[in-house]
């Protein structure tokens, strides 16, 4: 009997600004694919990653729980291996469990890299910075007679600082064949489940490497201007420049001028260009499958990108070139094109998958449900460098030796500190209630579940609960490929 559920395609790009979307306002690139996604949805116009790290921001999505409960707070740590028997499950999980088919194709930046955290058939093309994980993208690239390049063996990336030219053959980069391979999924998915399936793209992550031909369709001149540094940026910018200068990325960010960093959002928009190319990819292949009219699409990041902004690249601190992630949610069983003003955030996610999959709220989740009103509300975040707390009007933030408050609707370059003006100082106190609050909420919500499974409190785990990355999980080479024959699915 055929389940009349919807499925749910969920699109995953990694590190992407709303404002490089033609939906978000850019005139200076050509978004169709995605544009036309919220052309015919919600497009939500201030969503707020509260962990702007790759991993942090995943393990929280994953889970629908804030960093600082779930303990991964940095890219060295992921969530505990008993964390199921502490009450702790991810969404693929849940909806495995609840009769859906759940897949995850591309880049996920779960450690290890090839565990399945719920889901039911994985396709793995990992980080872009990890080269050397053997992958089914790395066993594809081989057979071709290639491999995973680091941004030092492509064209510019020193002299660009991480803008670069990717070289390989057009199917043979890496977003490509993640869409590819999503389409062929779709094309080929013959299951009476629903599905749901998570794409996760590589780009537009540094290093910033589309091929020349897509930054030639780029006007330099057109791109906006990157916002100064502050006193502020500058009590931690040496941490970020040591942090590039490591083997990773092995780059050296002690000066990033305004030319630098336009060629390096010109090599992003470029990227982007390409990335709806392939999001058009995925949904041609959805329309073909016939199942276009019982799916609910959404499309979101897990971060954004300095991109030169305060003299920054990447992500990690508490900026709205960090924090803010596009979102567009297409219900193609009844679409309605409307914009969504409200404050959200990534971990609300995780309960409207619950919601369109017809279950019950899950008592872990911090979020709410997309279809809840969020009026008042104040989103707090945590990563290993500070903390946050971001209301519609203002955002407080707290690092190692360093506070400052933004008046988002006053300076919406978040260039002056107001945390010492009388006139805000409600601001301040409302949010640092507002933060002291949720900390604790996430604090208890550990200690509750560490008591529940005491023999288990310390295994493996470090100081934060989570469970410490060993260097072979991060950069190993071990492991088979996990693609399975269709047959197996």
Known sequence: MKDGRPNILFILPDQLRPDFLGAYGADFLQTPAIDGLAAQGVLYETVVSPSP????????????????????????????????????????????????????????????????????????????????????????LKAGGWHKAHGNEQRGYQGWKGACFNDLPDHAQVDRWVAGKAADYLRGYDDVRPFAIMVGFPGPHCPYDPPKAAVGRIDPDALPRPLPMTEEVQSYREDFVASYRRGWADLDYSTLTEDESLRIRQHYAASVERLDADVATILQALRDSGRLDNTIVVFASDHGDYLGDFGLVGK?????????????????????????????SVLDLFPSFLDWAGLPPAAQAHGQSLASNSNGRVVVGMTSHGVMARSATHTLVRYKGAMALYDLEQDTGEQFDCSGSPSHAKAVRELEQALTCELLRGTMATSACASASPRRRTHSMNGNGAAPIARRQLYGTRFQILETPRSAM
């Open 316 to 344: 990690t601190y508490f900026h709205e070139p960090s924090i803010r992630v596009p979102l567009v949610v297409t219900d193609f069983r009844a679409p309605e094109a409307r914009r969504d003003t409200e404050l959200r």
């Open 53 to 140: 790290i790759c991993v942090p921001a995943r393990a929280s999505m994953l889970t629908g729980q804030h960093a600082h409960a779930n303990g991964v707070i940095d890219n060295l740590h992921w969530l505990r291996p008993d964390r199921r028997e502490m009450g702790i499950a991810t969404w693929p999980e849940l909806l495995s469990e609840a009769g859906y088919h759940t897949a995850g194709i591309g880049k996920m930046h779960f450690y290890p890299w090839d565990i399945t955290e719920g889901f039911g058939h994985r396709i793995i093309a990992e980080d872009k910075r990890h080269v050397h994980i053997e992958d089914d993208y790395d066993a594809f």
